[in-house]
């Protein structure tokens, strides 16, 4: 079980790391459940790609993110029947990476789907490519760039967009009357953030971000890829990347190279060893002081 466990996050890892562009044939995944949260709302635990959420309103549902692959969608969806006959009013996208969109192809055609519109233009970047022709159809249907808010059954869900951090078209779902925010990819614990610098991603608007995120009236925080986060672990957050801000620009103004740098933070690789799949928040950060965007 553990190991399953265990690839399953780690194909939802490369998935978020490599776009949308993403096949799974080998890694069962976790089972999937719906776990509680509070007045009809639930995290989505388990199956392919990253945690999702749901919205379970008297006469409606909203989901928040649509797994990975069609069969896990379709799994999360089934799971939703068992709980309400009421009908799927909207799909909330939190933004374009292939774990939190690509099993949209297990919906109805026509679903009404609700994302930032630089998430829209990455999908429809990415849905070019043959592999995942059978998402063209799953294109956001209404766009947001502020913030925005709608009502399910008397629920109200704030729609915020505050700016790049993970990618450009971030988007966080908050309800006040509930206190929960679904914050996708913008926060996890247990490793570094991760910052699509092609999509737009930028780690000092990721602070930025997390300081409006702290800033709102909620006490649990639902990641793609963690369990409930609490206000505690978005500021240990927010401070652990502010500190390697700091650190990095102050290195840099001492005239240190980029690989003192890195060992400077222990990020030396072993000769011979494989180079790391993907860059370092240090390297991220680097780039971003030393280069203009
Ligand atoms: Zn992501």
């Not at 969806?77 to 009013?89: M, R, V």
């Not at 933004?95 to 233009?121: C, Q, W, Y």
């Not at 925010?181 to 610098?197: C, E, K, N, Q, S």
């Amino acid at each position: 079980m553990r190991n399953r466990i265990t690839l399953s996050a780690a194909l939802a890892v490369i998935a978020c790391l490599g776009g949308l562009a993403v096949t799974e044939n080998q890694a069962q995944p976790a089972p999937l459940s719906l776990e509680p949260l509070k007045g009809g709302v639930y995290w989505v635990k388990g199956g392919s790609g990253a945690n999702a959420g749901v919205i379970i309103g008297r006469k409606e549902v909203i989901v928040i993110d649509a797994k990975m692959t069609e069969d896990s969608a379709r799994a999360m969806l089934a799971e939703i029947q068992k709980l309400t006959p009421n009908p799927l009013k909207y799909v909330l996208l939190t933004h374009s990476d292939g774990d939190h969109v690509n099993g949209l192809s297990a919906f109805p055609k026509g679903t009404a789907i609700i994302a930032h519109a630089n998430t829209r233009k990455d999908m429809e970047e990415a849905f070019k490519d043959p592999k995942l022709g059978a998402l063209q159809p799953y294109l956001p249907t209404e766009t947001v760039t502020g913030e925005r808010w709608l009502k399910i059954d008397g629920v109200r869900v704030d729609l915020l967009c505050f700016g790049p951090a993970h990618t450009s078209g971030d988007l966080v779902v908050y309800l006040p009357g509930q206190k929960i925010a679904f914050v996708g990819d913008l926060a996890f614990t247990g490793r570094d953030p991760l910052i699509h610098r092609r999509k737009g991603g930028t780690s000092f608007g990721l602070v930025q971000y997390l300081k409006k995120i702290l800033a709102l009236d909620a006490d649990t925080f639902i990641s793609g890829h963690s369990d409930p986060l609490t206000k505690g672990d978005i500021q240990g957050l927010l401070t652990s990347i502010e500190e390697r801000q700091a650190k990095v620009k102050a290195l840099i103004q001492q005239g240190k190279s980029l690989d003192e740098i890195k060992a400077a933070f222990g990020l030396t690789e072993a000769p011979g060893q494989p180079a790391r799949r993907w860059p370092s928040l240090i390297e991220v950060i680097h780039q971003e002081l030393t280069q203009n965007r």
